[in-house]
């Protein structure tokens, strides 16, 4: 299986950066694109388009809420920074992740980097990869108090996530829903998903596969806080979303939500 991965982590905004950064959280989400071996073999494990309202007694959900078998994979690392060392932190980040990114034997795309401005703090997150990157995160790993990751795979109905000029601020919104309860948010999302794309906002939408089972992850991009709540009340204007709003809460066992901010080298800006 080839895979390239994808990763994001927050810098702050001029006004906010100082903030940010005094607070010591990054976040960072990979994208790796799964190529099977056996595309032609029926049972493969990136084999369904999601296109309809789907039977949660047909198939795994990765096989029913991906778009095929050249569905990417992700990886999404938080990374808990100490706090003394969050500019040092980023200043490594900024120096290094572009070279090993721009490596074409290195395995893995730079997407996206942010320190966190609201939220989960002293966070960070990143993956793995060559030589460079060795020495990176022998030097990283000074800096950390902790880490963990999860593998996803993205819903069919999102929007693969691309670079995007700036300045945005970037909202990851984490669910953590009740086991059994997948299929049944891909199919009010499935629907959702196109009351949330007037203002370009929706980025990017994961659930997991390796790690927290039963989590999902929504990205969105905004100017700013005000244009945020513009955008999220406007979506109430739309008949169907209470509708959504109200099936899927109880789906909902925990949810976070975290404001990032783009670091220098992240081409989601």
Known sequence: MATRVLQRFGNGLNQAKNTAQSRGQIV????????????NREDSW???LFVRKVDPRKDAHSHLLTKN????????????????????????????????????????????????WYGEQDQAGKNTGSKEFMKYREERGKMLLSRRNQLLLEFSFWNEPIPRPGPNIYELRSYQLRPGTMIEWGNYWARAIGYRQHNSEAVGGFF???????????????K??????????????????????????PLIQHMDSRIMIPMKASPLQ
């Open 28 to 39: 960072l989400l990979s994208r790796g694109l799964s190529a099977s071996n056996h595309r």
């Open 46 to 48: 990136f084999k369904s």
């Open 69 to 116: 078998e050249e569905s990417n994979l992700y990886k999404i690392q938080f990374h808990n920074v100490k706090p003394e060392c969050l500019d040092a932190y980023n200043q490594l980040c900024e120096e290094t992740l572009p070279s090993i990114h721009n490596d074409k034997y290195y395995p893995c795309e730079l997407v996206g980097t942010w320190n966190t």
């Open 208 to 222: 997991s596969q390796i790690g927290n089972l039963y989590m999902v992850h929504h990205l969105w991009a905004y």
């Open 224 to 249: 700013d806080l005000e244009a945020r709540e513009a955008t999220r009340n406007a979506a109430w204007q739309h008949e169907g979303w209470d509708e959504v709003v109200y099936y899927t809460v």
